[in-house]
């Protein structure tokens, strides 16, 4: 908890049972989404979501809050641009205050390169259902007057297309709504419970093995991040995800006037403002696959060139925090929301450097995978067959994947 705390948020902890018709390992957004809507949309209560430490404690406490749906694919688009409405109605469902601000995003080019991707993502994204336009220098410095357009004289803005729809939220109260209003329902939650194995029966996954001792269910769902790999090995099953670190840091406040998200698909970092006031910087995942949380200098340094570059404010700011989450990359960056050849065992990962503005659409898919055994028509293209099939998303959708 910290200083946006809401003193209202009501938690119903309980002891674990032995048995539940579902449980989701992995007490994150994803996690938790499934279970609120597995209670809202299927009437479906008797859900255990284990988290081997305190809900939100691992990526969806570590990522930078933005929310889109600029992407470079139509499955993509339409996924994610549900996501974004599910987040736009969320805090009138859930009856709490996510801090959801609708901000609008700018995706810089640099190049005549940058300009024909830039130009195609507005004409995909239109297509399918996402609000995207191409703009030019002079409408650039309009949407953010604090832009260089001359780029330092190095990377000069050629134009960019811009996503009014591009918001945030805060992410731990995203996590209590969901994990309040699934508990609300009926659903348990319990935290300090790592899983450290899964109960069998010949070929299908029959429920899970805790410090707390075992507890049987009907259907086990991986939704950790981080760590899928260790836990899929457990069901026998070797999944096509390779886990980096990705870091992120902000500085001091900044004055009240920066008012979009602003990304460069050339310079590869992307930055807004938080609630407080502070700049919120991003880049691209280590290259070296690891489980590693440490922080580094030399991501700083590169980050924060890339953006003064951009952003000749930000040379005047200080660097006041920095973390780093663990991001599941598939061979197309593009997420798993499926069930899987170990019967009884579903996984949503893949989630890279977009988890969090997934997080409605992710769960609620998941949430109707379960419940009626079939995959919903927008994660559907998600399975992880597809790799087997030849029917690959190759999107790198973010500044994040390269």
């Known amino acids: 908890m910290n200083e946006f705390v809401e003193r209202l948020i009501s938690f119903g902890w309980r002891e674990p049972r032995p048995s539940y018709d579902v449980v989701i390992i992995g007490g994150g957004g994803h996690g938790l989404a499934t279970a609120y809507y597995l209670a809202t949309r299927h009437g479906i209560t008797n859900v255990a979501v284990l988290e081997r430490s305190y809900i939100g404690s691992g990526n969806s406490g570590r990522n930078t809050t933005v929310i889109r749906a600029n992407y470079g694919i139509p499955e993509a688009v339409r996924f994610y641009q549900h996501s974004i409405e599910l987040y736009q109605t969320l805090e009138d469902e859930t009856g709490r205050d996510l801090m959801h601000l609708q901000k609008g995003l700018l995706w810089i080019a640099h190049s005549e390169l940058g300009v024909r991707a830039e130009r195609a993502r507005a004409a995909i994204n239109t297509a399918f259902g996402a609000k995207t336009e191409f703009v030019t220098p002079e409408e650039i ?85 981080g760590h899928v790999s260790g836990l899929a090995a457990m069901a026998g099953l070797r999944l096509p995800i390779r886990s980096h670190p990705l870091q992120a840091f902000v500085t001091n406040h900044y004055q009240r006037q920066f008012d979009p998200i602003v990304s460069s698909s050339d310079l590869l970092f992307y930055t807004s403002q938080t609630p407080r006031g502070e700049m919120l910087m991003g880049a691209e995942i280590d290259r070296q696959p690891s489980y590693s949380y440490r922080s580094g200098h030399h991501f700083i340094q590169q980050t924060a060139f890339r953006a003064i570059t951009l952003l000749p404010f930000l ?42 503005k997934a997080i409605p659409a992710g769960g609620e898919g998941m949430a109707g995978l379960i419940a009626t055994g079939e995959p919903p028509e927008l994660i559907a293209p998600f399975s992880l067959d597809r790799f087997a099939k030849d029917r690959t998303l190759a999107d790198r959708g973010s500044a994040g994947t390269h």
Do not use: K
């Open 141 to 225: 410095a309009r949407i953010c007057p604090q832009i260089d357009l001359s780029g330092g004289g190095v990377w000069p803005v050629q134009g960019a297309t811009y996503h009014p729809e591009g918001a945030t939220a805060r992410h731990d109260r995203v996590v209590w709504a969901y994990a309040e209003g699934a508990m609300r329902l009926g659903a348990h939650v319990h935290q300090r419970t790592p899983v450290t194995g899964l109960l069998m029966d010949g070929d299908r996954v029959i429920g899970v093995e805790t410090p707390r001792g075992p507890i049987s269910a009907g259907v086990v769902m991986s939704a950790v991040g």
């Open 315 to 356: 040379r005047d700011l200080r660097v006041l925090r920095q973390w780093t989450g663990i991001c599941d990359m598939s061979p197309d960056y593009s997420p798993v929301m499926s069930a899987t050849p170990v019967e009884g065992f579903y996984v949503t990962t893949g989630w890279g450097t977009w988890g969090f």
